[in-house]
Nanobody, 115 residues
């Protein structure tokens, strides 16, 4: 089992920055990938950013150049650094880990970007 706890959401003005954090505990070997999804009201959940087992990263076109995934393996945490935020980034953000082909999810954290 893997447990994920998120922190760092909140309200920010357009153009500002926020950093989300995801702390992982439990069985943390054989991790296939980790990253972040988001879900805005009335929309489907979408992949925002991901890191593969080899360290390669993948970002949604809408966030490329603005978001990055910092990772601290020693502390079993990874984050989502969000810069130049836009109102359309408003959503609930969920971290996830894929282990042994099973998804594990954080509880979600609200990010609201005001114009």
């Amino acid at each position: 089992q893997v447990q994920l706890v998120e922190s760092g959401g909140g309200l920010v003005q357009a153009g500002g920055s926020l950093r989300l954090s995801c702390a992982a505990s439990g069985i943390l070997f054989s991790i296939n990938a980790m990253g972040w999804y988001r879900q805005a009201p009335g929309k489907q959940r979408e992949l925002v950013a991901a890191i593969g087992s080899g360290g390669s990263t993948n970002y949604a076109d809408s966030v490329k150049g603005r978001f990055t995934i910092p990772r601290d393996s020693a502390k079993n945490t990874f984050g989502l650094q969000m810069n130049s935020l836009k109102p359309e980034d408003t959503a609930v953000y969920y971290c996830y880990i894929i282990r042994a082909n099973t998804y594990y999810w954080g509880q979600g954290t609200q990010v609201t970007v005001s114009s």
